[in-house]
């Protein structure tokens, strides 16, 4: 048996017709910036994420920069983040000249620690940015309660967690500001690249607008220094299309982590922990082992694609090889960094394929 670890254009051969249809009448439209594809797609995001406001914007990383820009987070100002995430998290407060001030994650999660946000608070300390990772909500009440403490702002970094609910409500409004990510391999995956600002706020939603293009409202008035950063029309109503089949895709998502969770319980893994609270959508299953290079190359002999999410973490990557954070030891980062393993999960997969992902593992964990 063999076992993709990932398939992003398997969704497009479920719901082809679906799809086609959306992109021709774009491009029959003759409007091909912004206009009513996009609207559209705003409108509908933002009713499903429960919010009054949602802002199509270029991608993921663009939606955390213009966010931070409308908070007027900027030079010298700290940003709190995961010591554990993807780097864009880390790279949006770079590029509006901040300063990202790392927070390790909690025990038995990925996901960052509220009881050490408070910690690494400062005068200086702009914005907290939680981030819902491989699809896994956050535990945001403590953060919230901080941040109304503090007077400080939260954005949500839910890249990795369309449809994800916490304590019931679906992620999209809890903070200030909400960022996503439409890359093709995302829950919820544009066909190139995309992203989205979602927010109970209407003035600070006009904010992003008008910063997404070119800082204007009017065509060659230009109010502020904006960017050129739109979500494209085709991407849009795309997006749209599979939106409508977001939850089941979901669930599949849940019957297979269900399958790994059962399955791995005996074997010599560390399994992801799933507060009660927590409605994950499973962008990543992701486990622990210390063999974990012996663990992956054992199931690609046995046609099993994996991935590591991520192999190495923010504070050792080159880019901050000059700027590292002051207290810069994160041992649980990198810990992580040695020993996670993101095993296959998707559309594209059977719950009998995921079966034969546990044997192996439980095979490997015997011998």
């Not at 009881?115 to 907290?128: F, G, H």
């Not at 990772?133 to 535990?139: C, E, V």
């Not at 992620?171 to 109970?200: E, Q, R, V």
């Not at 054992?298 to 694609?305: R, S, T, V």
Request: hydrophobic share 40%; glycine share 8%.
């Amino acid at each position: 048996m063999k076992v993709q670890f990932l398939d992003p254009g398997h969704t497009y051969q479920t719901i082809k017709s679906e799809i086609d249809s959306a992109y021709q009448k774009v491009m029959e439209s003759g409007s091909y910036i912004l206009g009513e594809a996009v609207e559209s797609f705003e409108a509908a995001y933002a009713s499903y994420c429960g919010v009054k406001h949602c802002v199509g914007v270029a991608s993921g990383l663009d939606a955390l920069v213009l966010s931070l820009r409308t908070l007027d987070v900027g030079p010298g100002d700290e940003v709190i983040v995961p010591s554990h995430t993807f780097i864009a998290t880390w790279l949006a407060v770079s590029q509006v000249g901040a300063i990202p001030v790392p927070v390790e994650p909690g025990a038995n999660s990925f996901n960052i620690d509220p009881e050490q946000v408070e910690a690494a608070i400062t005068q200086q300390t702009r914005a907290i940015i939680p981030v819902h990772l491989y699809g896994q909500p956050a535990d945001l009440d403590p953060i919230l309660k901080i941040s109304e403490q503090y007077n400080i702002p939260v954005i949500e970094d839910a890249a990795q967690a369309h449809g994800a609910s916490y304590k019931g409500r679906k992620i999209g409004g809890h903070g200030t500001i909400a960022t996503w990510s439409f890359y093709p391999a995302k829950n919820l995956g544009a066909f190139g690249d995309g992203g989205a600002i979602t927010t109970n706020d209407a003035e600070l939603a006009e904010k992003l607008r008008t910063l997404r293009n070119y800082g204007s409202r009017k065509k060659y008035f230009n109010e502020v220094k904006g960017f050129n950063s739109r979500l494209d029309p085709l991407q849009a109503a795309m997006l749209e299309v599979k939106l409508r089949h977001l939850n089941q895709w979901n669930n599949l998502r849940k019957e297979q982590a269900t399958v790994y969770l059962e399955e791995l319980q005996d074997s010599n893994v560390i399994l992801p922990a799933i507060p009660e609270w927590a409605d994950a959508v499973w962008h990543l299953f992701v486990i622990r082992q210390p063999e974990r290079d012996k663990l992956q190359s054992y199931l690609a002999q046995h046609n099993i694609g994996t991935g590591i999410h991520y192999p190495v973490p923010s504070h050792r990557q080159q880019a901050y090889a000059d700027s590292l954070p002051a207290n810069g030891n994160y041992p649980l980062a990198d810990q992580y960094a040695k020993d996670v393993l993101s095993l296959p999960i998707g559309p594209h997969l059977s719950t009998d394929q995921c079966r034969y992902v546990a044997k192996t593992i439980r095979d490997f964990s015997a011998s």
